[in-house]
Structure formats: C-alpha cells, structure tokens
C-alpha cells in the first residue's frame, strides 16, 4: 500500500455526546473529533496531521439540526454545509448563509463537510468563519460538566486555531439575523471555480426608512490570520443606497488589511481585491436591502 | 496497533462486509476490499472527484471518507449506474453517445455525480451542465463533450432516443 494514507488510528463512536465527551477527557490532545472529515481527512493522508484517536460524532443524535429562530440561525455540529444551504428558513432569516455556502468548494464537499466544522477548524480561507464574525455570531462549546458560548472575535485564535480546547466539541453555532432594513452579499474570487478563495467579501448594508445607509460592515477571508471585519459606516452613513460611496469604502478597506503573500497572490493584489470585492459586495447588498419589502427580521 | 473493525455496506444493492483497519478509506475499501476497481482514485485529497461515489443517494468523495464512519450506508459506485439487466444506464449511454470520455480514468467520477444530479434536476440547462460538473477535473476532453453527454443523459432519461 502507498504511503499518502493516514497514520493508523484509534476509531471511536460514541452514540451520545456524553460519551464524547468522556472519551475527549480520557484521550486528551491525542484526540481528535471528526465531523465530515472534509478539512481534516486530507490532512490526515497527506500525514499532514496524525491523531491517534479518532471520535467520530456523526452517530450521536440530534447534533444534524438547522433551526431558524425569530433572532437566528442555529446550526448543530453534524449539519451538512448542503442542509444549511438549501433549508428554506435558514436562507429567509439570514441569506448570506446561502450566499456564501455556494463558494464553499463543490457541492460534492458540501454534500459532508460540516459548517460547524469548518468553524472549528479556523481555515482563515474559509467562508463560514468570516459569515459568523460579520453576523456576531457564537460557537457554543461543551466540555465534560461545561458548556461556554464563544464570540467569533474570541473564537478564531490564528490560523487553524480556534477556541475548541482539547477535551471539548463545538456543538453548534448560532448566525443571527441582521436587524431592521438589512441586505447581505457575498463577492468572491478564486483561481478556478469552487477553490480556495484568494480573497472574498461578505457585506451587510443597514438602511433607514428614506433607503439611506445607516450602517454597513464587511467580512473578508484570506487578508490575515483569521476573519476580518472592517465597519465601513463612516463612508457610505447617510447616503442613498443606490449612489452611496463604495469606492470610498473599498478604500477604507484596502487600508485596513495586511495580508500575505503566497504562491497565489501577492500581498498587494490581495490587498487590490478586498478593495475591489467589498465595493461589489456592498454594492449587492445595498440593492438587496433596498429591494426588501418587509423592513428586514419584520 | 490499530484493531480491525467489520463494516458492511450495501453496495448496488448488495450487502458487502469486510474487517478492515479503521484508517481503510472508502476508496480503498471499494477497491482493495470489495474488488470494485471501477471507482478510480486519482488525487486522494479531494480535489479531482474521480473517486466520487453516492453514500445513501447523495455523491461524496470516497477518498474523504473512512469506510468505518459510513458502516450501514448505501453505496451506489459507477459500477451501479447500469440498467438492471447490465446494459448501459443513461448516464454511461450518454458519454458514449458524445464522446465524453478519452482516456476514461476520470468517468467514473462524472458518471455518478451526472446520476444524481440528474435525479434532482432532470432537465438542466447547458450553463446548468456545466456548473453541476465543475467539481469534477479531466484531462483530456476539454469538457464540451461531457457538457453534452450531461444534456444527452437528460434527453435519454426522458425517453428521447434521436
């Protein structure tokens, strides 16, 4: 046999979270969880990463859930991307998980990957990591006896960092709904189709009773670390929504981000791109918010 | 040492068993284990879908899969996407009918990711075709020739047999 397998492993599969968590306390930082396994898999063949225990949760009831409350979105930690994606409700109470899901790789990836999972594993290339920092929104964690809610700003810690501690399991994340006269769009771009973004922009554009701007904010992925978020209100508060100064907070952006360069992309083409994608981001969500009938979370 | 672990599956409607290591990837378990060489393996990470499979009706790579995490599952492989008396199914017709395979390592692939789209949205546009073949690389086509084996697949599915 070929040596891009695994490392050999012990599987566990516990049927009840409680035995997760017995198992995470017992086996430590040897352990890993494995959700899909989309992420973690690949690494593991290109030995990239060697756990010596495996606990698989995608045999514990309950877990796979995707409820829209009046506020949010809540998302269980076996949720595939593609159930979030296509849940009528999940996509009425907050679009942009529907917007950036279909950049997630392919449909065929979502099919498994898990969105909790691509939370907890804090690729800063990620779409869903900088969706939960735009919207506010929280990973909750549970530990043996504990259980935490974690802000986004608090959650990702560094690449592939995040604030999952060794004997816990992120067992749901919550989106929020945006409040009020609210439009989201999502602007990405990618060497070829459903790869890695070389930068992308979630946008959140706020308007008043007049469709003027009252606050905006954008997202954006692979520019640092972790998820940046960048309130861009100063540059479009009080404008039209159609005509409102995008390029002026495109500016702002470019300013704001300090990303990296890789074999993809030098740092100032990225920087070019956040300026680029967050103008066409809240150009889209502006159009999004202006177009809403209801006045938004009504 | 890693303990073995038994796994059966229902594979094209056939109930499989192996005791295998829990590290035995999906793939390898159709292939290695089962016999089932028609799933082909080419990248090992996710990236070329030539290994797709449907796991319970829905395409998944199988080389991102532990075969002990899908226990109990139902497998549709290429080998599966036949009629029931064996003759081509209308997917594996179609390639044939445009062309849509040269060397044939990546087919497999498109064959069952094309089955289940095609059970979704029996009726895709050519932009359609295209987007529901975008996670799958070949090589050697150019592609135009699966974006129509895709519309062929349609069209025979539908009964239309010009």
Same mark, same amino acid.
């Given at each position: 046999?070929?040596?891009?397998?695994?490392?050999?492993?012990?599987?566990?599969?516990?049927?009840?979270?409680?035995?997760?968590?017995?198992?995470?306390? @017992?086996?430590?930082?040897?352990?890993?969880?494995?959700?899909?396994?989309?992420?973690?898999?690949?690494?593991?063949?290109?030995?990239?990463?060697?756990?010596?225990?495996?606990?698989?949760?995608?045999?514990?009831?309950?877990?796979?859930?995707?409820?829209?409350?009046?506020? !949010?979105?809540?998302?269980?930690?076996?949720?595939?991307?593609?159930?979030? @994606?296509?849940?009528?409700?999940?996509?009425?109470?907050?679009?942009?998980?529907?917007?950036?899901?279909?950049?997630?790789?392919?449909?065929?990836?979502?099919?498994?990957?898990?969105?909790?999972?691509?939370?907890?594993?804090?690729?800063?290339?990620?779409?869903?990591?900088?969706?939960?920092?735009?919207?506010?929104?929280?990973?909750?964690?549970?530990?043996?006896?504990?259980?935490?809610?974690?802000?986004?700003? =608090?959650?990702?810690?560094?690449?592939?960092?995040?604030?999952?501690?060794?004997?816990?399991?992120?067992?749901?994340?919550?989106?929020?709904?945006?409040?009020?006269?609210?439009?989201?769009?999502?602007?990405?771009?990618?060497?070829?189709?459903?790869?890695?973004?070389?930068?992308?922009?979630?946008?959140?554009?706020?308007?008043?009773?007049?469709?003027?701007?009252?606050?905006?904010?954008? !997202?954006?992925?692979?520019?640092?670390?972790?998820?940046?978020?960048?309130?861009?209100?100063?540059?479009?508060?009080?404008?039209?929504?159609?005509?409102?100064?995008?390029?002026?907070?495109?500016?702002?952006?470019?300013?704001?981000?300090?990303?990296?360069? =890789?074999?993809?992309?030098?740092? @100032?083409?990225?920087?070019?791109?956040?300026?680029?994608?967050? @103008?066409?981001?809240?150009?889209?969500?502006?159009?999004?918010?202006?177009?809403?009938?209801?006045?938004?979370?009504? | 040492?890693?303990?073995?672990?038994?796994?059966?599956?229902?594979?094209?409607?056939?109930?499989?068993?192996?005791?295998?290591?829990?590290?035995?990837?999906?793939?390898?378990?159709?292939?290695?284990?089962?016999?089932?060489?028609?799933?082909?393996?080419?990248?090992?990470?996710?990236?070329?879908?030539?290994?797709?499979?449907?796991?319970?009706?829905?395409?998944?790579?199988?080389?991102?899969?532990?075969?002990?995490?899908?226990?109990?599952?139902?497998?549709?492989?290429?080998?599966?996407?036949?009629?029931?008396?064996?003759?081509?199914?209308?997917?594996?017709?179609?390639?044939?009918?445009?062309?849509?395979?040269?060397?044939?390592?990546?087919?497999?692939?498109?064959?069952?990711?094309?089955?289940?789209?095609?059970?979704?949205?029996?009726?895709?546009?050519?932009?359609?075709?295209?987007?529901?073949?975008?996670?799958?690389?070949?090589?050697?086509?150019?592609?135009?020739?699966?974006?129509?084996?895709?519309?062929?697949?349609?069209?025979?599915?539908?009964?239309?047999?010009?």
């Amino acid at each position: 046999m070929r040596l891009v397998k695994p490392s050999p492993f012990v599987y566990h599969r516990p049927t009840t979270l409680d035995q997760v968590l017995e198992i995470l306390a @017992e086996v430590g930082a040897d352990g890993k969880v494995l959700a899909g396994g989309q992420s973690l898999i690949p690494l593991m063949s290109m030995r990239l990463a060697a756990p010596a225990h495996l606990v698989d949760i995608n045999h514990v009831d309950g877990l796979d859930r995707v409820e829209t409350e009046r506020d !949010g979105v809540r998302v269980g930690a076996t949720a595939r991307h593609a159930a979030v @994606e296509r849940n009528p409700a999940a996509f009425a109470s907050v679009p942009l998980l529907r917007q950036a899901l279909v950049h997630v790789a392919h449909p065929t990836i979502r099919n498994r990957g898990t969105t909790v999972g691509s939370l907890a594993h804090a690729d800063p290339s990620g779409e869903m990591t900088a969706v939960l920092a735009l919207l506010g929104g929280t990973v909750t964690l549970a530990g043996r006896g504990s259980e935490r809610t974690v802000g986004a700003a =608090d959650f990702f810690q560094g690449p592939l960092e995040s604030a999952v501690r060794p004997d816990e399991v992120a067992v749901e994340a919550f989106f929020p709904a945006p409040e009020g006269r609210t439009g989201s769009a999502w602007a990405e771009v990618s060497r070829r189709h459903g790869d890695y973004a070389v930068c992308g922009v979630g946008a959140l554009v706020t308007l008043d009773d007049d469709l003027r701007v009252t606050a905006s904010v954008v !997202g954006l992925i692979s520019v640092g670390p972790t998820p940046v978020v960048v309130d861009v209100s100063d540059a479009l508060a009080g404008q039209p929504h159609d005509t409102a100064d995008v390029v002026a907070a495109g500016a702002l952006v470019r300013a704001a981000v300090d990303p990296e360069p =890789d074999i993809h992309a030098t740092a @100032e083409y990225r920087r070019h791109l956040a300026g680029a994608l967050t @103008e066409r981001a809240l150009r889209d969500a502006a159009r999004a918010a202006g177009a809403s009938v209801d006045g938004g979370d009504a | 040492m890693t303990e073995g672990h038994q796994v059966a599956l229902t594979v094209n409607g056939i109930p499989r068993a192996a005791h295998v290591p829990a590290r035995r990837l999906l793939s390898d378990f159709l292939r290695h284990d089962l016999g089932l060489t028609g799933t082909h393996v080419g990248c090992e990470h996710g990236v070329c879908g030539a290994c797709t499979v449907l796991v319970d009706g829905r395409p998944v790579r199988s080389c991102l899969l532990f075969a002990v995490s899908v226990d109990g599952a139902s497998v549709t492989t290429v080998e599966g996407c036949c009629e029931p008396d064996g003759s081509l199914g209308p997917v594996q017709q179609a390639f044939w009918d445009r062309h849509g395979l040269q060397c044939g390592f990546c087919t497999p692939g498109f064959v069952t990711t094309i089955t289940a789209y095609l059970e979704e949205n029996p009726d895709p546009t050519e932009d359609e075709a295209r987007e529901a073949i975008a996670g799958n690389l070949c090589r050697c086509t150019g592609y135009q020739n699966i974006i129509a084996s895709v519309l062929r697949a349609a069209d025979l599915r539908r009964g239309v047999r010009a």
